[in-house]
């Protein structure tokens, strides 16, 4: 998903709303958000194909009509290389550990810590196997458990055009600009657990259909703050070495802290879309270096800019590795002994150009919300 990319296009620009074409169907979209139109990804160009970047595209969707949930007063709301996952042998969960390793800790996140806690009997072990492509190495299909396909349009023709992440039994952790396509109406299914989206029957995924859409409550399309929306599933997930929550991260980043962002899309900018999951290894941006990279954005796309609670920025300091059209939703991930959720793809300004930065939904302020839907009974 993430390796930059330059979509086959036909642009009609009115009014700051371009309309992208893919074979014979089309998405509204406004400036800068990074929703997949059918065949954009995560994109690592080779050096033949390194040219300008293109401006990443994100849907304009109408009004939403959802019922928030009840929020209690006590809460306060908030390379030039590309590699393809291939399937790993199957490995048993490892035992969990007395006291398992964790991110430090912060106050109001106690029970997404207890809730990590919980899953790690099930989380495969660093250890136990090559966890990243590096240099060519394929990743092992078990790497990325939590990674949600978000699905539109009626089951015999699902089109998957935004990604997520399963965060506990029953819910799925997304941008909020996914929630709904001009064309293709609302995110109505959830697949996890399977790499490649063309397999059919896969003994290893399951599918869902989204029963409950929750944007958060102060999301607004006319800016691009609060982008984040939980998935509640039709039913709860069987959990596997395949379909595993991730864990939500507690503390902040440090500039030295490498980034990993998963999604589906092609893996050349000239040849058709792949359907296997990808990574692409990202750099963490301070907020004042974002801040200077998004200061000629309007006003209105940001208005009081890049907000270092709310926002992170990632991407690479040499090279064209980023996020872009297609990753919308989809994790931005930090490794440690295991994997922890630190973003949710939002908005981008340009795909590819070093040094400028994608803009990621920052997790960690919005823990209070997540914890009051997700684990309210806990």
Known sequence: ????????????????????????????????????????????????????????????????????????????????????????????????????????????????????????????????????????????????????????????????????SLISEQYVLTAAHCLRSMEMGNVSWVRLGDNNLTSQNSETSQMFSVGERIPHPDYSPASKYNDLALLKLDHPVEFSEYVLPICLSTSELDVKEQLVATGWGKT?????????????????FPNDVCRVAYADVPKRDLPEGVLADKQLCAGSKTDQRDTCQGDSGGPLQIRTDKLYLVGITSIGKMCGLPNVPAIYTKVLHYIPWIEQIVWKDV
């Not at 509204?28 to 401006?55: C, F, N, Q, V, W």
């Not at 595209?57 to 393809?84: G, L, N, Q």
């Not at 050349?268 to 963490?284: A, I, Q």
């Open 268 to 284: 050349d900018v000239n040849g058709p879309r792949s359907n296997t999951l990808m990574k692409v290894d990202l750099d963490y």
């Open 1 to 164: 998903m993430f390796l930059f990319v330059c979509s086959f296009l036909v642009i009609l620009i009115f009014s700051d709303v371009i309309t992208f074409s893919f074979h014979g169907s089309s998405l509204l979209h406004s400036k800068y958000a990074r929703i997949m139109t059918m065949e954009d990804d995560i994109y690592i160009p080779s050096p033949s194909t390194m040219g300008p970047p293109t401006i990443p595209i994100a849907p304009t969707f109408p009004p939403i009509t959802i019922t928030f949930p009840t929020v209690t007063p006590s809460i306060s709301p908030s390379t030039t290389e590309t590699h393809i996952l291939t399937p790993s042998p199957t490995i048993q969960p490892a035992p969990q550990p007395a006291t398992p390793p964790s991110m430090p800790n912060r106050n109001g996140a106690a029970k997404a810590m207890k809730k990590c806690e919980e899953y790690q009997h099930w989380l495969i072990r660093l250890s136990a196997f090559q966890f990243f492509i590096i240099k060519g190495t394929p990743a092992m299909a078990t790497a990325f458990p939590h990674m949600a396909a978000l699905g539109y349009g009626p089951e015999n023709s699902i089109q998957w055009l935004c990604g997520g």
